[in-house]
Each structure stands twice: as C-alpha cells, then as structure tokens.
C-alpha cells in the first residue's frame, strides 16, 4: 500500500524558512517522479514543484522559483521541500504527491498534507 | 501560463442526476487534461487522466471527453457521495496548472 506522509509544517515568521518531508513507503520510490502541490486555505490546487525519480531534474512554479527547493533522498524514500524567504501567501497545506508510472504530471497518490502558515 | 477556466463554480443536482462540468483552456492542452475529486478535509483523487481514461478503481459513471481547449467531466448518475470539489488539471506545459474547481453539490 502507497503510504506518503509529511512532516515539518507549523507557524514561521515572514522571511523565515522550513523544511517539509514526505517519507514514502509501498513503493520503489528511486522510481517515480514526486510533486508538491499545495492549497491555501478555502482556495484551489497550485503545483509547487516536481522532481524526477532517478537524475533528480527538478521544476518550479513561478511564484516560489528562487525561493524553494526540491529534494530526494531515495536512500532513504524521503522527499523534501526546503523554503526560505517565505512569505504570507505561502500560508498553505503542502501535499506530498507521488507520479503514476505513465507520467510525472499525473498524481495518483497524495499524503494527508501538512499545514504551513507563514504570519508574524 | 496555461489558464484553465472551470464552470459552473457550483453545480447543484439530485441523486441520480446527470452532471456536464466543463474545462477550458487558455491555449491547446492536446489531450493532457487530468480531473480530480477533492472532498472536505481530504487529498484529492485522481479519476481521468489524458481526457478521457478512468484511473483504476473509478466508476463507470464517471467519464471524461474532449480535445484541444474543451473538456468535459461527466458523472452519468449522481450519488450522494460525489458531493465534491472537481479540479482539472493541464499537463501538456510546465507549470502544470489547476482550474479553480467546480463545487457539486447533491
């Protein structure tokens, strides 16, 4: 059973940075492309930024480009999302997001999110 | 960027209802178009991918069709539980980018 599970949301100032991870299990993760998409609060989806499986080319949306970076460790079946500078429209839950084998742009799995609210 | 426009914002139907969302794009998507059903407190589901084929373990009530800019999302027979958001999604150029969603409420 696919499992993703994230971890290191909470409350950070304006300016501040955090690091998100996504610990994957029930699949071979070294494998597939991984995403985070995330969704400020009542609001729609917004696809953060994707990383492939094996060469680690990475992709991100203009609105975090510069100011968040994508990892894995496929060691270790994490994925990670490192944000600096953050700002307050970056209030959000993060969702870890796993590709299907047909295509990094079709999700098929998604952890639970994490919540990250970025206020003084 | 590829803007995907969603309409209706709300759609409010009956169980055993016919329900047409439709996705438009701002540009041509080819065929990589993506739907997804979000419920309260929850991640969302995939259920078509690439326009038109069912990801594993959807009903056969669920259908999706269209080309190019035009795209629709099609539940032949309401039940109670498909009260959901319903996103679209364009794969076809990076940033992948999501319609603001339709609510459907039964």
């Known amino acids: 059973e696919v499992q993703l599970l994230e971890s290191g949301g909470g409350l950070v100032q304006p300016g501040g940075s955090l690091r998100l991870s996504c610990a994957a299990s029930g699949f071979p993760f070294s494998g597939y492309a991984m995403s985070w998409v995330r969704q400020a609060p009542g609001k729609g989806l917004e696809w953060v930024s994707v990383i492939s499986g094996r060469d680690g080319s990475t992709s991100y949306g203009d609105s975090v480009k510069g100011r968040f970076t994508i990892s894995r460790d496929n060691s270790k079946n994490t994925l990670y999302l490192k944000m600096d500078s953050l700002r307050v429209e970056d209030t959000a839950v993060f969702y870890c997001?796993?590709?299907?084998?047909?295509?990094?742009?079709?999700?098929?799995?998604w952890g639970l999110g994490t919540l990250v609210t970025v206020s003084s | 960027e590829i803007v995907l426009t969603q309409s209706p914002a709300t759609l409010s139907l009956s169980p055993g209802e016919r329900a047409t969302l439709s996705c438009r794009a701002s540009q041509s998507v080819s065929s990589y178009l993506v739907w997804y059903q979000q419920k309260p407190g929850q991640a969302p589901r995939l259920l078509i991918y690439d326009a038109s084929n069912r990801a594993t373990g959807i009903p056969a009530r669920f259908s999706g069709s269209g080309s190019g800019t035009d795209f629709t999302l099609t539940i032949s027979s309401l039940e109670p539980e498909d009260s959901a958001v319903y996103y679209c999604?364009?794969?076809?150029?990076?940033?992948?980018?999501f319609g603001q969603g339709t609510k459907l409420e039964i």
């Open positions: 999604l364009q794969r076809s150029n990076w940033p992948y980018t």
């Open positions: 997001a796993k590709a299907s084998m047909l295509a990094a742009g079709i999700i098929d799995y």
